[in-house]
């Protein structure tokens, strides 16, 4: 587990890491914006620590702890608890989610991350090369900027599987193509679980707007606002990414559905042509012995004609009737 502190103000900030959480808050900085950021949560000791200076609730600190919960706020008294889920792209290029927590004091955000990595790396340099309107900002926009970066990446991974669902849509008539069914239900169920993130979020980010916290000020809220404008947009994505994959896998069905057709269509007119054949072979294969077709010296040559005849006059009225 890392943990790292930043801690800014209008006029300077400073970076700081460190092994233990006592080591660690011996930097908070009193007198301006602390951010804590934890990075994975095999640490329940130092995180519990953490909790204990900060006076998190016990059930706070379950719920950063569970991973698999959904998205949600909550309004204790000295702070705000808020879950999102993180959706991100590892180096194989598979979708990966994990849970970022934050926890919004009045002067301080404690931020927590499941799986091990840099994800608000751009966020840190903005707020030590000053770039942006950060440092002049309470606690409560810095909580905005951490979630607006999470909600960023939905529309990029979105946008990546906007690019799939085309590639999705030339294969799609392609019915010889075998990995077809098995990678759109891939996508298909990548989109289930992003919307199973982003419409919690969204219902979150509306309780969000309605708090009368003294946590949140007047100015933040138009900030909110954009990201559950954008939360909503993400969520109409989704679902229109849903239909469409839905039309593809129909078209698809259609295309598989329309080529065993004409694969019958030609079993049948095969079976059809050999009904009168296996008549006229049946009736001469029942060895009775006064025949007269038999003792016949051009039986054999007029059989087979009979039977040519018979295949080419209905492969005529086969075609007549575009029957193929």
């Known amino acids: 587990m890392d943990i790292s502190i930043i801690g800014y103000d209008p006029i300077g900030a400073w970076k700081k ?70 959706v991100n792209r590892n180096a194989d290029g598979d979708i990966c ?71 999705f849509e030339e294969r799609a008539a392609d019915d010889s193509d075998t990995a077809f069914i098995p990678d759109i239900q891939k996508i298909k169920q990548q989109l289930l679980h992003i919307r199973r993130i982003v419409w919690p979020l969204r219902e979150s980010l509306s309780l969000l707007l309605r708090l009368e916290s003294p946590l949140l000020s007047g100015e933040i809220e138009p900030f909110f606002k954009d990201l559950h404008e954008n939360s909503i947009q993400a969520a109409e994505t989704i679902e229109t990414y849903r239909e469409l994959v839905s039309g593809i896998m129909e078209v698809n069905l259609s295309a598989v559905s329309a080529r065993m057709n004409k694969v019958m269509k030609v079993l049948t007119i095969i079976s059809t042509l050999f009904i009168p054949l296996t008549f006229i072979v049946g009736v001469y294969g029942m060895n009775f012995k006064f025949m007269p077709e038999l003792d016949y010296r051009y039986a054999y040559p007029i059989t087979w004609g009979v039977m040519l005849a018979i295949v080419i006059g209905m492969l005529v009225l086969f075609k007549r009737r575009n029957w193929f």
Do not use: C
Request: negative net charge; without cysteine; glycine residues 4%.
């Open 17 to 86: 890491s460190a092994a233990t959480v006592d080591e660690l808050l011996e930097f908070r900085n009193p007198a301006g914006i602390t951010w804590i950021n934890v990075d994975g949560l095999d640490d329940v000791r130092a995180i519990n620590s953490l909790a204990e200076f900060f006076k998190i609730h016990p059930l706070t600190v379950e719920d950063i702890l569970s991973t698999e919960q959904r998205p949600k706020i909550e309004e204790f008294d000295r702070y705000l608890f808020i879950s999102v889920k993180a």
């Open 97 to 167: 989610f994990d849970q970022a927590s934050f926890v919004i004091l009045k002067d301080a955000v404690i931020s927590f991350q499941g799986i091990p990595g840099d994800t608000f790396e751009s966020i840190r340099r903005r707020i030590l090369d000053n770039a942006g309107r950060i440092r002049k900002m309470g606690a409560d926009y810095l909580a905005y900027v951490l979630m607006d970066s999470i909600v960023d990446k939905y529309f990029f991974v979105l946008e990546h599987i906007g690019t799939a669902i085309e590639n």
